[in-house]
């Protein structure tokens, strides 16, 4: 069973910067189509960004455009979430998924994923 690992999250101020990372500690991602969700308690988890399996295509939330970057290191079996001018909006959960990535198109929808990660808490606030 694929487990997903998070890490990077933290307290950070508005307009700073922040880089999310998940693993898969003795799986290999290469074959994964991985998704960045945030879940607000009280609300719906919120697709973020996602990536191929190669990494040569993303997508994005309207409300992270331009601030969010996602990427993945096939050899360091990681990808990552780059997050900057981070406002308190920003302020959830963040958690990685993935789904196997043959014939499947590229998605923001949870239900989409089948491996979940535990979640990393991203709080922006001064």
């Known amino acids: 069973q694929l487990q997903l690992v998070e890490s990077g999250g933290g307290l950070v101020q508005p307009g700073g910067s922040l880089r999310l990372s998940c693993e898969a500690p003795g799986f290999t991602l290469d074959s994964y189509m991985i998704g960045w969700f945030r879940q607000v308690p009280g609300k719906e988890r919120e697709g973020v960004s996602c990536?191929?399996?190669?990494?040569?295509?993303?997508e994005y939330a309207e409300s992270v455009k331009g601030r969010f970057t996602i990427s993945r290191d096939n050899t360091k079996n990681t990808v990552y979430l780059q997050m900057n001018s981070l406002n308190p909006e920003d302020t959830a959960v963040y958690y990685c998924?993935?789904?196997?990535?043959?014939?499947?198109?590229?998605?923001?929808?949870?239900?989409?994923?089948?491996?979940w990660g535990q979640g990393t808490q991203v709080t922006v606030s001064s």
């Open positions: 998924a993935a789904v196997s990535a043959i014939l499947r198109p590229m998605s923001l929808m949870p239900a989409e994923y089948d491996f």
């Open positions: 990536i191929s399996s190669s990494g040569g295509a993303t």
